[in-house]
């Protein structure tokens, strides 16, 4: 039988690529399943020509279920993702609850997809800038061990979920026409300003809880624990897709020839590095597609040893970021057929 699907936060800017991802991607589909909030229970939903209703997430949500996608924040993971997994599911989860519980896989199939087993029912998916960056680095990891990691980030509304895309909209909207905006979703201005990202900053480190977590995951998904890494992480006017400048040492000479070969063979990886027009990766470019933009590719001149490349990366957050990752994680699993936390 074809395997019983369910989208918890189906409604939401993820849950909605991952129903788009299982239909453009042609996931086996015995029973697709859309749960949210009893906000939108009632709603439909088109999947494979028809249309889906939305149901509300209750404690019985998930009997019958083979994989369930969590996209509706940490704590509704928290709380309902063990019940899918005692239902007999495996749970990709997207939001941050387990990400760095050593019992749950933390996974980008380029990356570290070989390592999805053993798992006990769930499944991490990263953060959007851990899932981006990773991509475009796991192929060069493979080729020269990498010593130390610094990134800049430029990251698109779409990360706070559809109802700060809408406010950038409507932001912009009514900065083009004069008009005074109170913003609700995010704290500052979005409409031609950025700001430093909206999490919350430790006052003991400095650094806020966005630039935590792509530090702990970027380590984890790279296998490397104790990788020096800077990040400063910044919310830009952007609807979709998150960019990043990315500066990586190696243990050695590397040169930005040869880097750009690795990334030409890579698998989610789409090199943009058109010299002769400063045609590099784009926001506007790398949203709506499954590959990863990199281009930029030279030496850092930080580094008189030759041995960092600093690069330009654009990637679409909710695909590769979230929704695709998490199919593709799914689409993994299916491959092994291990749709239960007892195989
Ligand atoms: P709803 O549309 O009913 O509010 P986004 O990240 O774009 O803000 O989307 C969040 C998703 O998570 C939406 O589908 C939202 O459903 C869902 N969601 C949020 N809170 C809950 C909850 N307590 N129970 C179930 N679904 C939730």
Not at 19 to 42: H, K, T
Not at 203 to 232: C, D, F, M, Q, S
Not at 269 to 287: G, K, T, W
Not at 315 to 328: F, I
Request: with cysteine; charged share 15%; hydrophobic share 45%.
């Amino acid at each position: 039988p074809l395997p019983v699907i369910a989208v918890v936060g189906a409604t939401g800017a993820v849950g909605i690529e991952i129903i788009n991802c299982l239909e453009s991607r042609d996931v086996p589909v015995g029973e697709l399943r859309l749960l949210a909030s009893a906000r939108s229970a009632g709603q439909h939903l088109p999947f494979r020509g028809s249309d889906v209703l939305v149901q509300e997430l209750t404690e019985r949500s998930f009997d019958g279920c083979n994989i369930v996608f969590f996209s509706a924040g940490a704590s509704v993971s928290r709380k309902y993702a063990p019940l899918a997994v005692a239902a007999g599911a495996v749970v990709v989860d997207n939001s941050s609850a387990f990400r760095m519980d050593p019992n749950v896989p933390l996974i980008v199939p380029e990356a570290n997809g070989g390592t999805i087993a053993p798992h006990a029912g769930i499944i991490a998916n990263p953060n959007c800038v851990a899932a981006i960056a990773t991509t475009a680095l796991a192929p060069l990891q493979r080729c020269w061990a990498i010593t130390r990691l610094n990134m800049v980030t430029y990251q698109s509304a779409s990360g706070a979920g559809a109802a700060a895309m809408d406010e950038l909209r409507q932001a912009t909207a009514a900065a083009v026409n004069e008009e005074p905006f109170e913003q609700q979703i995010m704290p500052h201005p979005m409409a031609f300003n950025l700001f430093s990202h909206n999490a919350e900053i430790d006052p003991e480190t400095g650094y806020n809880g966005e630039e935590t977590k792509v530090i702990a995951e970027t380590r984890r998904i790279l296998g490397l624990p104790r990788l020096p890494v800077g990040i400063t992480c910044v919310r830009v006017p952007v609807l979709r897709a998150h960019s990043i400048a990315l500066s990586v040492r190696f243990d050695g000479f590397v040169s930005p020839e040869s880097v750009r070969d690795k990334l030409s063979n890579a698998p989610g990886v789409r090199v943009v590095d058109d010299i002769e027009n400063n045609h590099f990766p784009m926001p506007c470019e790398a949203s709506g597609i499954e590959d990863v933009l990199v281009g930029r590719i030279r030496t850092d001149l930080i580094d008189p040893t030759g041995q960092t490349i600093a690069m330009f990366i654009s990637g679409d957050q909710l695909l590769k970021g979230a929704a695709l990752n998490a199919v593709q994680i799914a689409e993994n699993l299916l491959a092994q057929q291990v749709t239960s936390q007892a195989a």
